[in-house]
């Protein structure tokens, strides 16, 4: 499934909420959140851990897995959290208004 704009960065925010996780551990979270449905590319999702993290919605420090491997842990800011209480809102309505539309049946016109 395609996602819409803005829509990945939402999800990552999400999957920090929880707590700090590394960028396979976030990819992971979506994907079997959305059972398979919405597959991560690893270069889509590293862009926008880079652009969240420019904007100050997270932060990020090098740590080490369970697996002993260096990785960039990840954390949801306050800015971050509020971002994402605004984003969750707006996408909730955005999907109510496209299953709206997908639901609607125009009365015919000119008895065609």
Known sequence: MALLKGTLD?????ALSSGP????EITRWIEE???GEIPI????LLQALHRLEEKR??????????NNRRAR???????????LRAETES?????AALAALLQFRPSPRGGR
């Open 57 to 66: 919605l997270l932060t990020g420090e090098w740590g080490v897995t369970e």
């Open 10 to 14: 939402a999800l990552v925010l999400k």
């Open 91 to 95: 996408l909730q309505q955005s999907v």
């Open 21 to 24: 996780r590394h960028a396979f």
């Open 33 to 35: 959140g959305s059972a």
């Open 41 to 44: 590319e690893a270069p889509a």
């Open 73 to 83: 842990y990840y954390t949801l800011t306050p800015a971050g959290r509020t971002h």
